[in-house]
Nanobody, 124 residues
C-alpha cells in the first residue's frame, strides 16, 4: 500500500509561482513512476506531468516551459514547480503513482494510487 501526501497549494495572482510537494510512503515497486494530475471544476481529471525513477519527465503542452517536475528518490518525494501561473491553471492538483506508462501517457486509468489533492487558485 502506498500513501501519498500533497502539500504546497494555495492562492496566487497571475504570473505567480507555487511549488507542490508529494511525499510517498510505503513500498513503491521498481519500474514505477510518479505524476501530477489536475481537475478543474466541471472538467475531467487530466495528467499534466510525469516522471519515472530514471528522471525522464514528460509534460502536456499547456504547462510545458512553465512547470517543472522533479523527484527525490531518497525520500520518494516528487515536486511540481509552477511558474507563470494563469487563471486557467486553477484546479485541484493530485499526486499519483503507477507503472511507468502512467508517467509517459498521463492517463488516469493507469494510476494505482492517488493523493488527496491540493487546491491551486490563480486570480487575474
Amino acid at each position: 500500500q502506498v500513501r501519498l501526501m500533497e502539500s504546497g497549494g494555495g492562492s496566487v495572482q497571475t504570473g505567480g509561482s507555487l511549488r507542490l510537494s508529494c511525499a510517498a510512503s510505503g513500498y513503491i515497486p521498481s519500474g514505477y513512476a510518479m505524476a501530477w494530475f489536475r481537475q478543474a471544476p466541471g472538467e475531467e481529471r487530466e495528467g499534466i506531468a510525469g516522471i519515472n525513477f530514471d528522471g525522464d519527465a514528460r509534460y502536456v503542452d499547456s504547462v510545458k516551459g512553465r512547470y517543472t517536475i522533479s523527484l527525490d528518490i531518497a525520500t520518494n518525494t516528487q515536486y511540481l514547480q509552477m511558474n507563470s501561473l494563469k487563471p486557467e491553471d486553477t484546479a485541484m492538483y493530485y499526486c499519483a503513482v503507477g507503472p511507468r506508462p502512467m508517467a509517459e501517457l498521463l492517463r488516469t486509468r493507469d494510476v494505482l494510487y492517488w493523493g488527496q489533492g491540493t487546491q491551486v487558485t490563480v486570480s487575474s
